[in-house]
């Protein structure tokens, strides 16, 4: 018998989890009945306690016997450190990150719905032009009330970003993709998942579904202006925002890791946010189960009996 072995990052704290049955996290292999049982380590990376919550709630897994926990960083860490952290210490093989994220596409995906985006891009890296010159990708002027025209703030350029990894030139990119594989997989295992569409006697007004081929958006700062996030939708492609993808893509990439991005909408840009509600938790729990199922497909080593 083969297992999953997962070390899961709420980033700041190190939560030690097992799908079967107990195994050193400190050896890659355990023996049982003179046999070596290997297994796969994944990295399940997340960021908020509602996405904690959700990760408890299912009971899917358990946290391991000897070491429930590792404190490692305060609650506000940076992702990128968080998951540098993860692959230093421990022999991850991959990274699955899941968590919430707002739509900018309300047409494709409403809250509630789950998003398994092709690749991720850091769109927080400005290139302030100056006022007069040649405008930018995004000009500010576009979008003065009520009537465009000038603005001093001008218009900004997006810039790409370096990639550094272990024997590569560093790279310029935009566009962070998850790994081909991986993002098959889950188009063929996720196709057909049912996904919770009541909380706490609350329901959404449709039934959830999983949304594949998008791109999502990451920046330090979450989007709440409509009028941004359209812009982001139209120029871009992007149908989603959050402030934590982007980076743990960065770093799973420079580490030369394989990778996959599952958000779940927990609400609309622009539109009002009640922090935590029914559809937020949704959303958490949603995406959990879609990464729950991801990981239940990766093959795991084969048994070795002596």
Known sequence: MSSVNLVVMVVGLLV??????????RNPVAETNNCKIDFTRLGLVLTSDTNEKA???????TPDAETPYVDIAGEKVNAAIAVQILLNRFRIQGIIHFGSAGSL???SIVPGDVSVPLAVAFTGAWNWKKFGSDKGTLNFGEFNYPVNGENLLASVDYD?????SKGHSPQDVFWFPSTTSWYSAATQVL?????????????????PKIVFGTNGSSSDSYIKNKAYGDFLHKV?????????????AWTSLSNEK???????????????NPGFSPASYLASYNA???????????PTPRLACE
Request: hydrophobic residues 45%; proline residues 1%; charged residues 20%.
């Open 191 to 207: 196709q057909d998942l049912e996904l919770r569409q009541c909380y706490d006697r609350a329901c959404l007004s449709s039934k």
């Open 105 to 107: 596409d309300k047409e």
């Open 16 to 25: 030690l989890a097992q799908q079967s049955f107990q195994m050193s996290l």
């Open 55 to 61: 990760l408890q709630d299912s009971g899917l897994f």
């Open 236 to 248: 871009f492609n992007v149908s989603t925002a959050d402030q934590e993808s982007a980076a743990v």
């Open 288 to 298: 959990f189960l879609a990464a729950a199922k991801f990981i239940e497909s990766i």
């Open 258 to 272: 394989p990778f996959i991005v599952i958000r779940g909408a927990s609400n609309v840009a622009g539109e009002a």
């Open 160 to 164: 790409k970003v370096k990639l550094f």
